[in-house]
């Protein structure tokens, strides 16, 4: 989906990009060996995890760059991942170009799910792929970062960071406030 809309994003980098890569930053006075954890659940329930341990490090290795984990190592900036997404926010589309069809692109933004993630530890309504927050939908990665997409105000607002704020310590409202800029812009 990237190439057809000239998005500068990877799944997975090779080496020629290696020298424009930021590094993700561990919050201040913590080292890269930071694991971050799940925030607390209502009334500071630990939530549940799979066990799974990556450290800041890890994801700044050159193995972690050359992997191909969609799930997890997409390289790109706030544009980039935007633009991308943005094909499922218009119902296929984007600057013109059609990579889905509509319907191909409905299972982002129909419930599979509502309930409580015992992931999580809260109510949740979860799509393929996403959660569900009223019309729009979308997700937050590791540090901050976060896409959301809206295909009823065909909107979509990506934040991307390299400075990660400790979440067990204060909360990370970053992404969010510029998600409620992009709607409070609509009115």
């Given at each position: 989906?990237?190439?057809?809309l000239?998005?500068d ?14 590094p ?13 954890a ?9 939530r ?20 191909q ?14 633009l991308?997404?943005?094909v499922l ?34 109510p ?12 729009a ?51």
């Open positions: 989906m990237a190439g057809p000239d998005a994003f990877h799944i997975g980098l090779s080496p020629e990009h290696d020298h424009r890569v930021a993700l930053v561990p919050p201040p006075s913590l080292t890269d060996e930071y694991v971050a799940a925030p607390p659940g209502p009334g500071g329930v630990p549940e995890t799979s066990g799974a341990v990556i450290r800041v490090r890890d994801v700044n290795s050159l193995p972690w760059r050359r992997a984990i969609p799930a997890v190592n997409g390289f790109g900036n706030a544009r980039s991942v935007a991308v997404q943005s926010a218009n119902r296929g589309t984007s600057g013109g170009v059609r990579l889905l069809s509509p319907q191909g692109c409905e299972p982002a933004w129909q419930e599979v799910f509502r309930g409580q993630d015992r992931v999580l530890g809260t949740m309504c979860w799509t393929v792929g996403f959660g569900r927050f009223g019309s939908f979308g997700w937050g990665g590791w540090g901050g970062s976060m896409v959301a997409s809206d295909p009823d105000a065909r909107m979509t607002v990506a934040y991307v960071m390299s400075q990660m704020i400790d979440r067990d310590r204060q909360e990370d409202h970053r992404g969010l406030e510029m998600v409620m800029a992009a709607y409070s812009g609509l009115r």
